[in-house]
């Protein structure tokens, strides 16, 4: 079975600072992960995935991803935040040979303040 | 390119009546998920459809809920007799193919009163 833990409900920074978004994850096989970020009534919108190759990835809005195997994590980073930031973000996962059912994590709340 | 599109964006039923969700992939996509977000959770799967075609429906309870796509118009989620506990945002997201990524829709936000 496949598994999200998103261990933060809420990550508040400074305007400037840098942001982590912690997930870790549990499938059975190789793991493919995704970052989603939802703005207030909208849908989830794609970050970045890992799917092979390099641990650390980059995307969208200037955000990137590491994937750690051994701590099987797949923080989601961003060096400088922006108040414009501030949304709830999902990891999500999909084991190896499922290739559409994603489990998601509950999310984590970023607030970044001016 | 209009992204995936769900009407009605918020629902309001009285336990008893039944829903319908709708929901308008990406053009040219033709794959159709399903999700339902309970409150403090993460987006759990319900149901995956082709055009015409069922392809997994583990996630769906077994009584009352029901989804289609046909070969013309939207996908439809149709819940039966709402409860209480159907509460919850309920989200579409489409892609091109199998095992790309999907696109997520704004979601519809059912209250059963």
């Known amino acids: 079975a496949q598994s999200v833990a998103q261990p933060e409900d809420q990550v508040n920074v400074a305007e400037g600072n840098p942001l982590t978004v912690k997930c870790t994850y549990s499938v059975s096989g190789n793991p493919y992960l995704f970052w989603y970020v939802q703005y207030p009534n909208r849908g989830l919108q794609f970050l970045l995935k890992?799917?092979?190759?390099?641990?650390l990835v980059k995307g969208s809005y200037g955000f990137e991803a590491e994937f750690n195997k051994s701590q099987t994590s797949f923080h989601l980073k961003k060096p400088s935040a922006l108040v414009s930031d501030s949304a709830l973000y999902f990891c999500?996962?999909?084991?190896?040979?499922?290739?559409?059912?994603?489990?998601f994590g509950a999310g984590t709340t970023v607030t970044v303040r001016a | 390119n209009a992204g995936v599109m769900q009407n009605p964006r918020h629902l309001v039923r009285r336990r008893g009546q039944e829903a319908r969700l709708r929901c308008s992939p990406m053009?040219?996509?033709?794959?159709v998920y399903w999700y339902r977000q309970l409150p403090e959770e993460g987006l759990k799967f319900m149901v995956y459809?082709?055009?015409?075609?069922?392809?997994?429906e583990s996630g769906m309870p077994k009584e009352r809920f029901s989804a289609e796509f046909p070969k013309e118009g939207p996908s439809i989620l149709r819940i039966q007799q709402v409860v209480r506990g159907d509460s919850a945002a309920y989200f579409c997201?489409?892609?091109?193919?199998?095992?790309?990524?999907?696109?997520f829709g704004p979601g519809t936000r059912l209250t059963v009163t």
């Open positions: 997201a489409s892609s091109p193919a199998r095992a790309y990524e999907q696109y």
């Open positions: 053009k040219g996509h033709s794959h």
């Open positions: 999500a996962v999909r084991e190896q040979g499922n290739d559409y059912k994603l489990s």
């Open positions: 890992y799917i092979t190759g390099d641990n």
């Open positions: 459809l082709q055009k015409e075609n069922i392809i997994d």
